[in-house]
């Protein structure tokens, strides 16, 4: 079955840098859109970052210049690089892609992962 594999978190300095990763694997699918969401504590699940299969992309508007999304279509692969990092950009960051298989489009979750950022 298809999986979202997530890796890159981790704990860093404020004015530091992170990049995460997030990889599709499987069969039978093609990639209609993939992003990043976040979680921190008592807050709802937000936007960060997506871009869809046309390359375009969209910020929310707390990390516009400071976060950077790509993919490698070749690795089925989207990052996200993470400069200038804030305590308030702490969260649990997940990666969400929205996949085509068999005619219909499906949503997947990857498992979250942990970023820290320490005054």
């Known amino acids: 079955q298809v999986q979202l594999v997530e890796s890159g978190g981790g704990l860093v300095q404020a004015g530091g840098s992170l990049r995460l990763s997030c990889a599709a694997s499987?069969?039978?699918?093609?990639?209609?859109?993939m992003g990043w969401y976040r979680q921190a504590p008592g807050k709802q699940r937000e936007l960060v970052a997506n871009?869809?299969?046309?390359?375009?992309?969209n910020y929310a508007d707390s990390v516009k210049g400071r976060f950077t999304i790509s993919r490698d279509n070749a690795k089925n692969t989207v990052y996200l690089q993470m400069n200038s990092l804030k305590p308030e950009d702490t969260a649990v960051y997940y990666c969400?892609?929205?996949?085509?298989?068999?005619?219909?489009?499906?949503?997947?979750w990857g498992q979250g992962t942990q970023v820290t950022v320490s005054s």
């Open positions: 969400n892609a929205k996949l085509a298989r068999w005619g219909l489009e499906v949503g997947y």
């Open positions: 499987g069969r039978d699918f093609s990639i209609n859109a």
């Open positions: 871009i869809i299969s046309g390359g375009s992309t």
